[in-house]
């Protein structure tokens, strides 16, 4: 079993900051791709960042030179740091990670339970 434990979430005003974070932990062979997807109310799900073990990064454009994602492969942890915050960047945000563990032959996407961001106009 997998767990994606999240924290940093909160209320932040309009230009301000937050920085996101998600450990994994359990039997962690390798992970390959972490990252973030967000959820608005009324809206779909949606990518924000991923970045793969090797350090490759995604931004969705709505986010790029905003927000910056990183990662610790020693820790199993995932950062988003979010700058330069808008209404429109509130929602629930998602960790992934795709894990291989030690009983399988491949990896499989474990999602996190959710962070509430809000940022207020």
């Known amino acids: 079993q997998v767990q994606l434990v999240e924290s940093g979430g909160g209320l932040v005003q309009a230009g301000g900051s937050l920085r996101l974070s998600c450990a994994a932990s359990?039997?962690?062979?390798?992970?390959?791709?972490m990252g973030w997807h967000r959820q608005a109310p009324g809206k779909q799900r949606e990518l924000v960042a991923t970045i793969t073990s090797g350090g490759r990064i995604n931004y969705a454009d709505s986010v790029k030179g905003r927000f910056t994602i990183s990662r610790d492969n020693a820790k199993n942890t995932v950062y988003l740091q979010m700058s330069s915050l808008k209404p429109e960047d509130t929602a629930v945000y998602y960790c992934i990670a795709d894990v291989r563990t030690f009983d399988r032959t491949f990896s499989q996407r474990y999602w996190g339970q959710g962070t509430q961001v809000t940022v207020s106009p």
């Open positions: 359990g039997s962690i062979l390798s992970i390959n791709v």
